[in-house]
């Protein structure tokens, strides 16, 4: 409980709370539940990110869902994508002919998820679905992706909490918040 404490003091502030977000995942389920009966849809984490996300919103679907996981990193800083994707854990299982819903942590500049949609499509799924927890329309670089299901909306700043990290660390913290730019700038 005190590391947690400490954690938040590398916050400028708080911006979206965890009663909120428990909120705002239990009506995305709801809404896929209801936009996909009578289907099984196959969930993909997008590691690690929404790892948090995933967990919680899965167990809010009320449908015979599969799930699997795939790990990618986009190269550049720290805090800002490159625009160059590889993916480093692929799936477990095919997609040919499934109704697929990527489940992701935040769209940025949008590369990340453009490049991801584009290979799930090659590969025969029947649909392609988008769930973000986090939306930066800011900072869109790609201009038509499509983004299905977003939680919060949120303003051009770098966020941690509720499974995004800074260099792996804040992935624990229950609410989302702005990280101090003091922690990552020289
Ligand atoms: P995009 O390709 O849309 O620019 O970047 C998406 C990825 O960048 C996210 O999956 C996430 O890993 C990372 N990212 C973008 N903005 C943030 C942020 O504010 N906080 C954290 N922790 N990661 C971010």
């Known amino acids: 409980m005190e590391k947690t404490a400490e954690l938040y003091q590398d916050l ?10 428990a909120d705002r995942v239990k009506k995305l389920g709801q809404t896929i539940t209801k936009d996909y009966a009578g289907k099984a849809p196959v969930i993909i984490c997008i590691l690690k990110g929404a790892s948090i996300f995933f967990a919680d919103l899965i167990r809010e679907i009320e449908l015979p869902v599969t799930t ?9 800083s720290a805090t800002k994508t490159s625009g160059v994707v590889r993916v480093l854990k692929d799936l477990d299982r095919d997609i040919l002919g499934k109704d697929v819903i990527i489940v992701e942590d935040i769209v940025d500049s949008g590369i990340t998820l453009s490049y991801l949609r584009k290979i799930l499509l090659q590969r025969g799924a029947a649909s392609l679905r988008i769930a973000t927890l986090l939306d930066k329309p800011a900072r869109r670089k790609v201009q038509d992706l499509k983004v299905d299901y977003v939680c919060f909306d949120i303003p051009d700043a770098f966020v941690v909490g509720y499974g995004l990290d800074y260099d792996q660390v804040y992935r624990n913290l229950p609410d989302i918040g702005v990280l101090s730019p003091r922690i990552y700038e020289p």
């Open 68 to 76: 699997d996981f795939m790990a990618i990193s986009s190269y550049g």
């Open 12 to 21: 400028d502030r708080i911006l979206v709370t965890k009663e909120e977000i």
